[in-house]
């Protein structure tokens, strides 16, 4: 499932965020410390090999919202962009510091001239942000960032069952009509 916004290609598909073959970066729902965890983290850890946690000890920690870029590693991409998503209920106010995961790694995107990014659904495993709210903040941040974007013409949301990619597919296409409104 996929749409055109202003030249830039937005798809939803269901597969593994470490196995993103075709797409110049990937993004990883990090912890703040960077490391190997569980879930997406722990997927792109395991799959970029040891050199990825080397590179990222520098750059940590950091804070909800925030993103930073390493290199690739041993994954079919060039770039990691890591964003530490908020924990729901914790971090407050949870839906801007989401949407600042979003944006701050398609400016980091930009920066590093790269044109195709594949993102999880930040926040939504461990952090517990609920699926539905989270795809909203997702594609509206990046609905917003669309005209800006000089480099980034695809867009891939990664996820990771066949229920978090129904959700996504609903979302969108209800953003775009209008049916969600700005809350």
Not at 15 to 37: C, H, K, P, Y
Not at 66 to 90: F, W
Request: with cysteine.
């Amino acid at each position: 499932m996929g749409e055109i916004i202003s030249g830039v290609t937005v798809e939803c598909v269901k597969g593994d965020i470490a196995s993103q073959e075709g797409f110049t970066a990937v993004v990883n729902a990090a912890n703040a410390w960077l490391r190997r965890g569980g879930g997406v983290a722990g997927a792109i850890h395991r799959a970029a090999g040891p050199g990825l946690e080397e590179e990222c000890r520098p750059l940590a920690p950091i804070k909800p919202g925030e993103a930073v870029i390493t290199g690739g590693h041993n994954l079919p991409n060039r770039y990691v962009i890591h964003c530490l998503g908020p924990v729901y209920g914790v971090d407050k106010p949870e839906d801007e510091l989401l949407a600042n995961c979003y944006c701050n790694a398609l400016l980091l995107a930009e920066e590093y001239k790269i044109d195709s990014v594949a993102f999880p659904a930040i926040s939504t495993g461990a952090f517990g942000y609920p699926t539905e709210e989270a795809a909203e903040v997702a594609f509206r941040t990046i609905i917003e960032m669309i005209p800006k974007l000089e480099q980034v013409k695809k867009i891939r949301f990664v996820l990771y069952s066949d229920k978090d990619l129904d959700v996504h597919k609903k979302v969108l296409p209800h953003l775009l009509s209008g049916e969600y409104k700005k809350r």
